[in-house]
């Protein structure tokens, strides 16, 4: 049961692909001729995407799309997407790219195409700081919360498979997760280390601390299947901005720390 729930949003978005036709080749030519380049990005998922307190729009893959639009001689759509539908909304049309956080990993390439990775994704574990947890094993008997269907939720299941008495409670989406760990409804959680410190920040004297680090995953921009030229150009993209260091830029800004050194080298 937690494999399925865990697989459930890729196992959708696999149905959506087999149920739609193959997009046209000319899928850059037309967002040339539009002038306008759509992208889905998470705006309920700071530092990649929020609203600050102006209702403005801010964030690290809001600025990586504003980059993009610009270099591609486009003006900039956004529409606001969240972990579990933005793979929907880019496999029924309703978006361009998403530039949503999203982790390169062998499920989600079987469903989209992603570009080279322009940042990275560390997913950890969190909890009271008064607590020793080292290593999955460290949380048997404990009940940890984590959005639905995104990365941290197949991480979660992989670490814990085997260990007593774990509890996984997953909730819609990343907002919902970190309202609940702020109500004090769960102590202990999944997510990236920037879920943490925004939580951490909200709520200053909430007992939470990191604890370890699941896996690090590299993150790309997905764009829909069957668009080869979109694509190309994406990734020529990708590599000019982390050869010229303005990715890397963006990345410092909203993360405090540079892009790993091994992102300069591309298959």
């Given at each position: ?198 939580i951490k920040e909200q709520n200053k004297s909430l007992d939470l601390d990191f604890k370890f680090t699941m896996k690090t995953y590299p993150m790309g921009v997905g764009v829909r299947k069957g668009e080869p030229e979109l694509l190309g150009w994406v990734n020529d993209w990708v590599r000019k901005n982390i050869e010229n260091g303005k990715l890397n830029t963006i990345f410092v800004k909203w993360f ?12």
């Amino acid at each position: 049961m937690l494999k399925w729930f865990s697989c459930m949003g890729v196992g959708m978005a696999a149905l959506l692909v087999a149920a739609l036709p193959a997009s046209a080749a000319g899928k850059l030519d037309m967002i040339k001729s539009r002038g306008s380049i759509i992208v889905g990005i998470d705006f309920s998922h700071p530092p990649f995407g929020s609203i600050n307190d102006k209702a403005e729009p801010i964030g690290s893959d809001l600025e990586t799309a504003e980059l993009l639009a610009k270099d591609l001689g486009v003006k900039l759509e956004t529409v606001n997407v969240s972990g579990p539908n933005r793979i929907p909304f880019l496999i029924s049309n309703k978006v361009d790219i998403v530039v949503a956080a999203v982790s390169i990993t062998e499920d989600r390439k079987k469903v989209i195409d992603i570009s080279a990775p322009y940042g990275t994704i560390p997913l950890n574990i969190a909890g009271p700081s008064k607590e020793t947890i080292r290593n999955p094993a460290d949380l048997e008997g404990k009940a940890i919360a984590v959005a639905s269907g995104v990365t941290a939720d197949i991480e979660l299941a992989r670490i814990t498979k085997g260990v007593p008495n774990v509890t996984v409670v997953r909730y819609a989406d990343e907002a919902t997760t970190k309202t609940a760990m702020l109500t004090g409804q769960q102590k202990y959680l999944a997510s990236t280390l920037s879920d943490l410190a925004v939580i951490k920040e909200q709520n200053k004297s909430l007992d939470l601390d990191f604890k370890f680090t699941m896996k690090t995953y590299p993150m790309g921009v997905g764009v829909r299947k069957g668009e080869p030229e979109l694509l190309g150009w994406v990734n020529d993209w990708v590599r000019k901005n982390i050869e010229n260091g303005k990715l890397n830029t963006i990345f410092v800004k909203w993360f405090g720390q540079p892009l790993p050194a091994d992102m300069t080298h591309f298959d």
